[in-house]
């Protein structure tokens, strides 16, 4: 099956848990918009691994600049007042691309 980020094809909390793994990254400038589309779907848990724009070097702020990634994943999260249950840098092979995991609550029923 084949959706679109911005416009899932699910009901309204229809998964415990939405995991993204650089699935949002080529979409800069519609943070908010896919923000909203996964948390929407999200009924405990959204959980992504994502870029961190923040902390890039410079040279990978303007790489991911020039690609069009994903930039102030942190901030639009907080301005969105999505609960973020956890934020952490994680490991990855790319120093100018870091990842960081962000672990966003929604609750229980």
């Known amino acids: 099956m ?3 980020m911005f416009d899932l094809p699910f009901k309204d909390g229809q998964f415990d848990i939405v995991f993204t793994s650089h699935a949002m990254e080529p979409n800069g400038g519609r943070e908010v918009a896919a923000l909203r589309e996964l948390w929407r ?3 405990r848990m959204l959980i992504l691994f ?4 923040d902390r890039a070097p410079p040279q990978g702020k303007k790489r991911m ?3 069009g990634y994903v930039k102030n994943l942190r901030r639009y999260i907080r301005e969105l007042r999505m609960p973020c249950a956890e934020y952490a840098p994680f490991v990855t092979g790319n120093p100018l ?3 960081s995991v962000f672990c966003l609550w929604k609750g229980a029923d």
């Open 65 to 67: 600049e020039r690609l």
């Open 50 to 53: 994502e870029p961190d724009y």
């Open 41 to 43: 779907v999200a009924r």
């Open 97 to 99: 691309n870091p990842t």
């Open 2 to 4: 084949v959706g679109d």
